[in-house]
């Protein structure tokens, strides 16, 4: 086991890390830009170190100055949390040439499943069902040929996304140009690669993802299913498992699946397959997410594992210590993702307590919420023996979370669990009007 690791990020995720790190006797290092200079993982870890400027670019994205400072401090091992590095197959490689562990996939496997077309080829030979769709398009002219040989309406998306980001809904051929270049455009600007893949467009649809665990010795479990169909502008704000869409006997099946296919392909770490389901219960894969998920929470609170420790175990070399049959789905847990409406300085905070109440958070009195990084503030979860019970504490969580000096979207997570679409558990993409 490790003695000390980097956390390479910032917000509520280094804050998880650190946390997780000190309940395993394992040191922490926080690396932190000019911006973040009085945020709470910084006071949290055992050292912290400023690594560059407010931009990303001169801080969380500066793959030298980690390294350096990885090796300044004594880590042994650097984890990315998610977003930032966390899928750069680059900075992997670099730990690596460094003598540094990279916690998370070997980056040969980041690079072979970060290409859409040859990781659903893989998927596709597992026997899960594969979303009819192409491999990159370098143009408009293969990408209006591809499109009709789908059948409209299909979705151009960026071949290195994530985040929804270079993703759009193409109804006719007379839409395919003007969206091809802002998808590629988009994709250029946020992530350098401006590749894009046409897809068949499923509706009415929901987002269902299966957790997974696999180790080095060949152990694979997949840790149930969530729900992440409400979405703006493909962006999830509500999570829960198990989906109120999936039945037992449906989840067996594509649980027992998702395993086999994990370990056919060889994968190692945390990760996340995910599918569309359809009206008529088929579930079509979509991708595959190499690193930890912003809404992991929910499935520790349902299941009891530490997504994290296992991560920080698996790259140490430790073989899981449980099976598919130790894992239990008994219960509901809902997390809403609280964001900032904009910048400003938190006056006042809150948090609401009782049994299996969690608020995942950055935030301590005075802390400035800046333009340079995301608008999450922290992560709401409760959990309940039902989905009722589980809804209703969540309601009165939300009522007693208060956060003051920073606009939020505390009232509208609130009429969402209170909507009778959600309640009764009969809801898609749709729900937040995305179509």
């Keep these: ?38 945020a709470l993982h910084v006071a949290l870890a055992d050292q912290s170190y400023c690594i560059g400027g407010n931009e990303a670019h001169e801080s969380y994205l500066n793959e030298n100055q980690i390294i350096s400072t990885a090796i300044l401090a004594g880590a042994q091992a650097i984890h990315p949390g998610y977003g930032f590095l966390s899928e750069n197959a680059h900075f992997a490689r670099l730990c690596r040439k460094n003598g540094l562990v990279f916690i998370g996939p070997e980056p040969e496997s980041m690079e072979r499943l970060s290409d859409k077309a040859i990781l659903k080829e893989l998927i596709r030979n597992t026997g899960l069902s594969v979303i009819p769709g192409t491999k990159a398009v370098s143009s408009v002219e293969e990408a209006r040929r591809a499109a009709d040989r789908i059948g409209y309406p299909v979705m151009l998306k960026a071949s290195a996304g994530g985040g929804g980001r270079g993703i759009r809904l193409i109804r006719t051929a007379d839409d395919l140009e003007e969206a091809y270049l802002q998808a590629t455009s988009e994709a250029i600007s946020a992530f350098g690669d401006g590749s894009v893949y046409l897809e068949k467009y499923i509706f009415p649809a929901r987002h269902v993802e299966l957790q997974i665990l696999a180790d080095e010795h060949g152990n694979a479990v997949c840790l149930g299913d969530r729900d992440c169909s409400l979405q703006r502008r493909n962006q999830k704000l509500v999570e ?55 809404e992991h929470c929910v499935t520790e609170m349902l ?39 904009s910048c400003g300085t938190l006056q006042m905070l809150h948090v609401p307590g009782g049994p299996s109440v969690r608020f995942d958070t950055c935030l301590i009195e005075g802390t400035v919420v800046s333009p340079y990084y995301d608008s999450l503030l922290g992560k709401l979860i409760v959990y309940a023996k039902t989905r009722e019970e589980t809804l209703r504490k969540m309601r009165a969580a939300l009522c007693e979370l208060v956060i003051e000096g920073i606009p939020t979207n505390i009232e509208e997570q609130l009429r969402i669990v209170e909507d009778e679409r959600f309640t009764s558990g009969n809801y898609d993409l749709t729900f937040m009007g995305n179509r």
């Design 303 to 341: 299941t009891g594992i530490d997504l994290v420790k296992w991560q920080i175990r698996i790259a140490a070399g430790i073989p899981l210590g449980f099976t598919q049959k130790d894992i239990s789905f008994q219960g509901s847990a809902i997390e809403c993702r609280i964001n900032a409406g």
């Design 1 to 38: 086991m490790f003695s000390k690791i980097l956390i390479a990020n910032r917000g509520e995720i280094a804050v998880r890390i650190i946390r997780a790190g000190k309940e395993m006797g394992v040191a922490t290092v926080a690396v932190y830009s000019e911006a973040d200079r009085n």
């Design 240 to 294: 829960e498992t198990p989906s109120p869409a999936v039945n037992d006997e449906q989840r067996s099946k594509i649980i027992g699946l998702a395993v086999e296919a994990v370990k056919k392909i060889g994968y190692v770490g945390a990760g996340t397959l995910e599918f569309l389901l359809d009206k008529d219960g088929n579930f079509w894969f979509m991708e595959m997410n190499v690193r930890l998920q912003v």
